[in-house]
Each structure stands twice: as structure tokens, then as C-alpha cells.
């Protein structure tokens, strides 16, 4: 129940130099949350991504399937202006 910052500043309290946060929602794979600042005037220093859930839960089922701590991911910039939907490619590739 806390905000996307909250989670972001404690991964960055932790040693954290970036974070992916997906939602608990292994279904979902149109939800987006609104990813701005609290109003508790905080910041982040470290950059924070938001994936949906459907996504997060594919990352963590391949992560556990082949028995690894972690992965590379490599996330595309959509820099067009053509919606990533009509691109037809995945929205990550695990390495």
C-alpha cells in the first residue's frame, strides 16, 4: 500500500542503483499506476520503472524456472511516435 516513491526510496536506502517494480497482479497487462511523486515533497535519486504485472510475473516465472538470482533485462525506449502495441515486438527481452 505505499507509493511508488516510498518503494523506490527504500531500495535506494538499501544500495539499490535502480529498481523495477511490477504490480502484484500476475493478470494484469493494461493497469497502469500513477507513477508520480507523493506529496511528501521526498525524492529519489536513483531511476524507478513500473511494469505490469502480467510482465513482472513473466520475469520472475523465467528467473525461477532456470534457476538464476538474477538477470540482465534490456528495456527498449519506445523513441517514435508509433504505440509499442502496433511495433509488435515484446516490451522486454531477458538476456
Known sequence: GCSFLSKTR???EHGGRAVIIA???YDND???IEMIQDSSR?????P????LGR?????????????LPWA???IPV?????????MMQPPLDLL
Open 55 to 67: 510482465d513482472g510475473y513473466m520475469i520472475r516465472r523465467s528467473l525461477e524456472q532456470h534457476g
Open 10 to 12: 527504500v531500495i535506494q
Open 72 to 74: 540482465v533485462i534490456s
Open 30 to 32: 493494461s493497469f497502469y
Open 78 to 86: 519506445n523513441v517514435t511516435s508509433i504505440p509499442t502495441y502496433e
Open 23 to 25: 504490480d502484484n497482479a
Open 48 to 51: 524507478a520503472l513500473f511494469l
Open 42 to 46: 521526498r525524492t529519489a535519486d536513483i
